[in-house]
């Protein structure tokens, strides 16, 4: 894991700028968080970015409103403020109203640890798993989010969550969304490395006999992919950067046909009350490639 | 009952009828609906959309958020033609497009799905936002909501940000038969007023004192019409 100088965020706001350029369908909103990320296109289109101030359940409602008059809606703001708190917008406004939109977040689970609790969503895919239809892409690197907000604002009217973080890979990897890519081949399980996860898993399985997958989109879940990785042995370990086991079901649903074993392995869901820094947070949560080894040997020898 | 539904929809004389309908009361009468009057102003004499235009894309947007109680609603979408008076007696049955909440993707004519409270206005910002993006400045945008709705506080999120940010295409409607458990000291339009928003108050009973508010002139700004009726009648 490295913290880079230029982040999935930054990233965000070119491929963002570049998309309200070229498609007159997008509309940018804004709580004010990243707001000064977009000065040349507020100026632009004034139309098409808006800054709803610090309104997060307006933040949804617009967009949901601009959606219903046929716009392609992209809004933006922490997890913690972008699902959880208006949470009932994003069933409700854009769901139940039976429109599109793409939700990036950042800062979702442990990005800024000093932040404390208010600052962390660790549940958010946990939560977009309770409503129908949502497209979830955690990119693991800056050319990543790239292809993925590309591929979220260019699909239809659909609902697309692209979950950003500072944590992220040494390397973008070829993805193709919605598929899982093998990393690496191995014969005594299935590591299943979800974004950000992959270089600590790659570093914790590096001496284990293991099938590494990494995948950049969550849901719909590859199961296909899933199973085409599994060799002898259907045990699977998932690694996400969010709430331990939200995959697990989708996992369990994967391999119904098969006797199987899914360990889930993410953020406790127990609250931390702890500050510091990102890799102290990792090592608490037991997602540092060390203890990441430990664990999955445990489970898969 | 099917003869009775048949019956060819009209005038406002109508609605009284096609409202029992659904209620199976044939004593119903028009104040027992606090929206009813309000309503039908707005589809008759003021609103640009119709059954041939609800898919038009610079039609005028009509959006009921205080989707409960919705007869009103349907007698008035149903004299307007946007769906058959012979489906209201099914109001509320498993097959029904008409539920207690409507549903915009079952209801011909609804512009949005509503029932938890205080949707309507951030969906109506963001509606009056989208048509201004894409240059069509003609079309308005008006929202129901209803005082005891007001409490919720998606309202004055959107309250003030229309205000701000001069959202002349955005209009509300508040019924207000005073259901807000705490009330509204100084009243609902000052809120409003208060973010820069043009403002009238009038009898929600009375047809050309609703009129004359609708279709005031307030450039720059979005526009409230607080219209009052006998307290609590649903």
Do not use: C
Not at chain 2, 171 to 189: C, M, P, R
């Amino acid at each position: 894991m490295t913290t880079q100088e230029f982040t999935m965020r930054d990233q965000f706001a070119l491929t963002t700028a570049e998309l309200l350029d070229q498609d007159p369908r997008t509309a940018l909103v804004l709580a004010d968080i990243g707001a000064a990320q977009f000065p040349e296109s507020a100026r632009a289109h004034p139309d098409r970015v808006v800054n709803v101030g610090i309104r997060e359940q307006l933040l949804i409602g617009v967009a949901g409103g601009l959606a219903l008059t046929g716009m392609r809606p992209i809004a933006h703001t922490f997890a913690s403020f972008l699902i959880e708190r208006p949470f009932e917008q994003v069933k409700l406004d854009l769901n139940h109203q039976g429109v599109g939109a793409v939700l990036v977040s950042a800062a979702g689970s442990y990005d800024w640890p000093a932040g404390g609790r208010t600052h962390m969503a660790p549940g958010d895919v946990a939560l977009l798993d309770t409503l129908p239809d949502w497209h979830v892409h955690v990119p693991g690197h800056p050319a990543e989010a790239d292809l993925l907000l590309r591929h979220a604002v260019a699909a239809g009217d659909s609902l697309q969550y692209v979950r950003l973080s500072v944590q992220q890979n040494r390397e973008a990897r070829p993805i193709v969304p919605g598929r899982f890519l093998t990393v690496r081949e191995g014969a005594r399980g299935v590591v299943l490395a979800v974004g950000p996860m992959l270089d600590a898993v790659l570093e914790a399985t590096e001496t284990l006999d293991v099938t590494v997958l990494y995948a950049a989109t969550v849901r719909p879940f590859d199961a296909a992919g899933l199973r085409a990785a599994i060799g002898g042995r259907a045990d699977v370990v998932l690694v996400e950067p969010y709430l331990a086991g939200t995959s697990e079901r989708e996992a369990h649903r994967a391999l119904e046909q098969l006797p199987h074993r899914v360990l889930g392995l993410g953020v406790p869901v127990a609250e931390h009350r702890h500050y510091g820094s990102l890799p102290e947070h990792l090592a608490a949560y037991g997602l540092d490639a060390a203890h990441l080894h430990a664990r999955i040997a445990a489970f898969l020898w | 009952m099917t003869s009775e539904a048949t019956r060819t929809p009209g005038g406002f004389d109508e609605l009284p009828h096609l409202i029992s309908l659904m209620t199976g009361d044939e004593k119903h009468s028009p104040a027992a609906t606090s929206t009813l009057d309000a309503l039908w102003v707005l589809y008759d004499r003021v609103l640009k959309v119709g059954p041939a235009t609800v898919d038009a894309p610079d039609r005028d947007r009509f959006l009921l958020s205080k989707g409960h109680g919705p007869m009103a609603y349907y007698a008035v979408l149903a004299a307007k033609g946007f769906f058959p008076a012979e489906l209201l007696p099914s109001f509320g049955a498993y097959d029904s497009p008409l539920g207690h909440h409507p549903d915009r993707l079952l209801v011909p004519g609804a512009e949005i799905g509503s029932g938890s409270l205080g949707h309507g206005l951030p969906l109506a910002v963001g509606t009056a936002l989208g048509l201004r993006a894409q240059g069509l400045h003609a079309p308005a945008v008006w929202v129901l909501i209803g005082d005891a709705e007001f409490d919720e506080g998606s309202n004055h999120e959107a309250v003030a940000f229309a205000g701000a940010y001069g959202l002349e295409r955005l209009h509300a409607l508040v019924i207000d038969n005073s259901s807000a458990t705490h009330g509204w000291n100084g009243g609902i339009a000052a809120r409003f007023a208060g973010e820069g928003w043009s403002t009238a108050t009038v009898d929600g009973r009375d047809h050309e004192e609703l009129y004359r508010a609708y279709t005031a002139p307030h450039p720059g700004r979005p526009h409230v019409v607080v219209a009052r009726t006998e307290p609590k009648f649903g």
